[in-house]
């Protein structure tokens, strides 16, 4: 079974804050996704990271992917309470032409005003 | 709406019942996902069709589960004999094919089911 360890899996931060949050796994990937998962909906994807070393910027948002392509990490500058909600990062693998994902079991974060 | 419907939001049934999910995709998207999503953990992948050809099966699925897309269209996933141990959220996704890297998924709202 190959797992996608995420961490922390609770964060609870003050507005204005910095934050990072990591994803390892002992697994290559083929891409690295990021969700963002509101209460009672679906993930809904923030950034595909496809290359080691890549990194990616969402406004206050920064996904970076490791050189092996194994680990990732998120970063949020300056949180806002609109950044709260379950992170959840997923490694892909492609099985019979199509991504087959495996999902960490997510950080929920919560920015307190 | 064009997003990916899935019916109905929320499920209760007793333990042995059968019970019958439905996810609609976004129209012009021809792969098809299924996931199950449990509390407190991410979304762990059940099954996979492109057009109406189901591709790949998680060994989760046991046989009492069994997913159908007929006409390349909207799939629906069954439980037979339910267990308390099914409990969980069930995620369509579907996407357009394309470069595998950038593949996007776009996921419905689920079918929260609950077997007493």
């Known amino acids: 079974t190959q797992l996608l360890e995420q961490s922390p899996q609770f964060l609870s931060i003050q507005e204005g804050e910095n934050l990072t949050v990591y994803c390892n796994s002992s697994?290559?990937?083929?891409?690295l996704q990021w969700y963002r998962q509101e209460p009672g909906e679906g993930p809904v994807l923030l950034v595909t990271?496809?290359?080691?070393?890549e990194v990616k910027k969402l406004k206050r948002l920064t996904f970076q992917f490791g050189d092996a392509r194994k680990d990732s990490s998120l970063h949020i500058t300056a949180a806002q309470p609109g950044d709260t909600g379950l992170y959840l990062c997923?490694?892909?693998?492609?099985?019979?032409?199509?991504?087959?994902?495996?999902f960490g079991q997510g950080t929920r974060l919560t920015i307190n005003p | 709406d064009t997003g990916v419907s899935q019916d109905p939001r929320h499920k209760i049934t007793k333990r042995g019942q059968n019970v019958t999910f439905r996810c609609d995709p976004i129209?012009?998207?021809?792969?098809l996902y299924w996931y199950r999503q449990t509390l407190g953990q991410g979304p762990e992948f059940l099954t996979y069709?492109?057009?109406?050809?189901?591709?790949?099966k998680s060994r989760l699925l046991s046989d009492r589960f069994s997913a159908e897309r007929p006409k390349g269209s909207f799939s629906t996933l069954e439980i037979q004999r339910t267990e308390q141990g099914d409990s969980a959220m069930y995620l369509c996704?579907?996407?357009?094919?394309?470069?595998?890297?950038?593949?996007?998924?776009?996921f419905g709202s689920g079918t929260q089911l609950s077997v007493l």
């Open positions: 996704a579907s996407s357009l094919s394309g470069a595998l890297t950038n593949e996007k998924l776009f």
């Open positions: 697994s290559v990937f083929s891409s």
């Open positions: 990271v496809v290359t080691g070393g």
């Open positions: 997923a490694g892909a693998h492609i099985i019979q032409g199509a991504q087959k994902l495996v």
């Open positions: 129209s012009e998207h021809n792969r």
């Open positions: 069709f492109q057009n109406e050809a189901q591709l790949e």
